[in-house]
């Protein structure tokens, strides 16, 4: 696993995107599709997190961004997340781009 440097230290978007990619090499640890993904604020603030669980899950939405959008719509109180960043290790499929979109990001 990369060395994961302190947000001080390096390149935001650098270093949320080490993160995604911590997520998924936990979730490909796991015998799931190793995708990862993080969402955070204008400010750089972590908001959400997510991985692939659909094996887990048993649940064929369980993909990372899903997870992620679910998890920061409940920290935040509304599913509405402009102004939020999300980063992923992998293209979203449709569905997945389209609960994006939805969400404002």
């Not at 190793?34 to 603030?45: H, L």
């Not at 997870?67 to 509405?80: D, E, N, V």
């Given at each position: 696993m990369?060395?994961?440097?302190?947000?001080?230290?390096?390149?935001?978007?650098?270093?949320?995107?080490?993160?995604a990619i911590a997520l998924a090499e936990q979730a490909g640890a796991a015998d799931e599709v190793?995708?990862?993904?993080?969402?955070?604020?204008?400010?750089?603030?972590l908001i959400a997190t997510g991985e692939n669980r659909r094996q887990r899950d048993h649940d064929p939405t369980a993909h990372a961004e899903i997870?992620?959008?679910?998890?920061?719509?409940?920290?935040?109180?509304?599913?509405?997340l402009t102004g939020c960043r999300l980063y992923?290790?992998?293209?979203?499929c449709p569905?997945?781009?389209?609960?994006?979109?939805q969400a404002r990001i």
């Open positions: 990369p060395e994961i440097l302190p947000l001080s230290e390096t390149d935001p978007h650098d270093f949320w995107m080490q993160q190793p995708v990862g993904a993080v969402i955070v604020s204008a400010e750089n603030e997870i992620a959008l679910r998890r920061a719509g409940q920290r935040l109180g509304t599913w509405y992923v290790t992998l293209e979203p569905m997945c781009a389209g609960a994006i979109v």
